[in-house]
């Protein structure tokens, strides 16, 4: 089992960044996926949730109508992009679903 993310970066406030997770070794498609992240020197905390089929995502009420989480399960992937960047947005990004963890990508907002 492994879960990839990718995307991260430094992004000037205001800006947008993409982040993808790609899983392997097991059924993707039957089960939720999560966006977690932590920053410095703060417990992590959950960013958004997402569901195998249909039903509703839920976001942090901090990224609520910035983030949107999406998945495509043909691809076996799962997206989170993220729109109006702030620096408070710092924090490595991980990846959760199936009890496995990514190993994170960090997003740094700054001028």
């Known amino acids: 089992v492994q879960l990839v993310e990718s995307g991260g970066g430094l992004v000037q406030p205001g800006g947008s960044l993409r982040l993808s997770c790609a899983a392997s070794?097991?059924?993707?498609?039957?089960?939720?996926m999560s966006w977690y992240r932590q920053a410095p020197g703060k417990e992590r905390e959950l960013v958004a949730r997402?569901?195998?089929?249909?039903?509703?995502?839920t976001y942090a009420d901090s990224v609520k109508g910035r983030f949107t989480i999406s998945r495509v399960n043909a691809k076996n992937t799962v997206y989170l992009q993220m729109n109006s960047l702030k620096p408070e947005d710092t924090a490595v990004y991980y990846c959760?679903?199936?009890?496995?963890w990514g190993q994170g990508t960090q997003v740094t907002v700054s001028s």
């Open positions: 070794g097991f059924a993707f498609s039957s089960y939720g």
């Open positions: 997402i569901p195998n089929f249909g039903g509703s995502t």
């Open positions: 959760f679903g199936y009890n496995t």
